[in-house]
DNA sequence: CTACAATCGGAGTCTCAACTCCTGTTGAGT
DNA sequence: ACTCAACAGGAGTTGAGACTCCGATTGTAG
């Protein structure tokens, strides 16, 4: 298997991880790994030592925010009240969204049909979970599935992050979008977008 | 003032400016100017000399593009019922960006508070105008400003167009939002996330 | 038709960022 | 303490894309 690193090793490894997380959640993707490195104070060459390619480093940070974020999600799924859960939830991430750009690229990666990464699809697993419970207590209409959440989750995030919204056009934002995922105690009668979910 | 082109001057500034347009909406804005010299069939020399820089030539296309929106949406406004017309423009623009990329930045310089350029001007004061029809016919609730829709536009479009979405979950989407826009009959009572608005 | 200024074209420059390579250094087993 | 494989570091290479320069062309006024 992989032999342990040498104690130096490790060390810079660390450091690398944790420059890489402060600095593409500043800048986004495109920081320069020139930065990165300056801030965790190693050379350029130690870093693509560490990690082959800028690519895999940004997957490695993805990785362990998609592990906190859904370890996070969960904890919300089990203590307490479904209701307030999944809007908490959903308002924390797009506060985040705005000086953690970095979520916003993980988002879109969740959105995608099929994610091979584990910790990606643990966390839209926990969303689900989030969702059901909701959904159970009445808090959120039955016909939205994940795929909806996590579509307007990223455009909100997106959004506020592109043009930096005030906080009071966030909360109108979400207060809108909120209300659509309520259920509508008015809904007999018109004719609805939405067609009932087939599968 | 500026004395009229030569004649294969004109020509070549036409074909590079609908180049321009077919390879921004295609590949976003960073595309390469080379491929849009080569798509408009002149040398990079001449795309530098009608457009000193990149940034002239996509603000160039934007301008060119929120002129035509904002025509489109002028009609809109004028013509007939301004209950549908309003969803009608929504989904619309949101159903361009996935192929139009260019868009979506569009949408994000419309969001900014005080934009400098005319045309996009327009293309925010005609949504406020169908915004406003709307709300006079009670399908829009009142308390959403020109900036939350706004706002919700540039997120759904930024979204569908990322991670490409099937036309049913865009449909899914927006049925959420729309919903969250319309006016809540049963919304006597419960603690609205949404303050009322004060300016 | 001629002259010439406006225009064209694309090889070449410049910049920036990812990535490589090789020399010097160091942790850790003996 | 000694050895040496693992590791650090950063100058240098590579590639891509925006932008420049100037000799070759071409529209058009006279």
Known sequence: ????????????????????????AMKGPSASTEEIAQRAGVGIGTLFRHFPTKKALLQAILKELAVRIATETEELVRSGEPASAFYEFFSRMVGQA????????????????????????????????LLAGAQRAGKVRQDVGVAEVLALLTGVCQASMHAD?????????????FDGL??????????????????
């Open 1 to 24: 298997m992989t032999r342990s690193l040498r104690s130096d090793a490790q060390r810079n490894r660390l450091r690398i991880l944790e420059a890489a997380e402060v600095v593409f």
């Open 98 to 129: 705005t000086k953690q750009k970095t979520v916003v690229g993980l988002l879109a990666e969740a959105g995608i049909a099929v994610s091979v990464a584990k910790p990606v699809n643990a966390l839209r697993d926990a969303v689900e979970a």
């Open 165 to 177: 919204w005030s906080e009071e056009l966030q909360d109108r934002t979400l207060a809108v979008v």
């Open 182 to 199: 309520r259920p509508n105690p008015a809904s007999d009668g018109g004719p609805s977008l939405l067609r009932s979910r087939s599968a």
